[in-house]
C-alpha cells in the first residue's frame, strides 16, 4: 500500500494496481471498521484481511516519550528506523530515518502511546508511501520497539 496525507492521497498498491485513498479514509476504517467501497475492493484485491489490517493500524503501542526519544536517535534506533522504512516511506525514499523519527514522536506525544494509523496520520511529508504486503512486519517492528522500551 503506498499512503500519503490531506490534500494528497494515500496510494494502495500490489503487484497488480495502483489505487488512490485519502488517508481519511483509512483513519476511518482503521476507527470504526467501517469500509468504504474503495478500500473493500482494494483489499479483496490483494487478498488482505480487513481484521488484521484494522488490528495492523490502530492496536496502540505504549512507549516513553524521553526513551523513545533516545533509542530512536541511536545506532539501534537508526536500524529500528530502516526496518520501518522498508514498510513506511517517503516517496522519493530519502530521509526516511528523518521523516519517521518525526511521526513515531510526534505520535507518541500525546498520550505515550501510538498506532500505525497515527504515524501515517503524523508523516512530515505531504505524501507517504506504505507497502500494504508488508504492513504486518510494520506492526510487529513497533511492538519489538515496545518492547525494547520495556513496555
Same mark, same amino acid.
Given at each position: 500500500m503506498f499512503l500519503s496525507k490531506p490534500p494528497s492521497k494515500w496510494y494502495s498498491s500490489t503487484i497488480s494496481f495502483f489505487e488512490s485513498l485519502s488517508v481519511e479514509e483509512l483513519s476511518t476504517f482503521a476507527q470504526t471498521g467501517?469500509?468504504?467501497?474503495?478500500?473493500?475492493?482494494?483489499?479483496?484485491?490483494?487478498?488482505? *484481511?480487513? !481484521? @488484521?489490517?484494522?488490528?495492523?493500524?490502530?492496536?496502540?503501542?505504549?512507549?516513553?516519550?524521553?526513551?523513545? *526519544?533516545?533509542?530512536?536517535?541511536?545506532?539501534?534506533?537508526?536500524? %529500528?528506523? *530502516?526496518?520501518?522504512?522498508?514498510? %513506511?516511506?517517503?516517496?522519493? !525514499? !530519502?530521509?526516511?530515518?528523518?521523516?519517521?523519527?518525526?511521526?513515531?514522536? @510526534?505520535?507518541?506525544? !500525546? *498520550?505515550?502511546?501510538?498506532?500505525?494509523?497515527?504515524? %501515517?496520520?503524523n508523516y512530515p511529508t505531504s505524501q507517504v508511501e506504505v507497502d500494504g504486503e508488508r504492513l504486518e512486519s510494520a506492526y510487529r517492528q513497533l511492538h519489538r520497539l515496545q518492547d525494547l522500551l520495556g513496555f
Open positions: 467501517k469500509l468504504s467501497s474503495s478500500l473493500e475492493a482494494n483489499f479483496a484485491s490483494a487478498r488482505q *484481511d480487513p !481484521k @488484521l489490517i484494522r488490528k495492523y493500524l490502530s492496536e496502540p503501542v505504549k512507549v516513553n516519550l524521553v526513551i523513545l *526519544d533516545k533509542v530512536l536517535n541511536s545506532t539501534v534506533g537508526n536500524a %529500528i528506523l *530502516d526496518q520501518l522504512s522498508q514498510v %513506511i516511506h517517503t516517496p522519493s !525514499k !530519502k530521509a526516511n530515518r528523518q521523516a519517521l523519527r518525526s511521526a513515531l514522536l @510526534l505520535s507518541a506525544s !500525546k *498520550d505515550e502511546q501510538m498506532t500505525l494509523i497515527e504515524v %501515517i496520520q
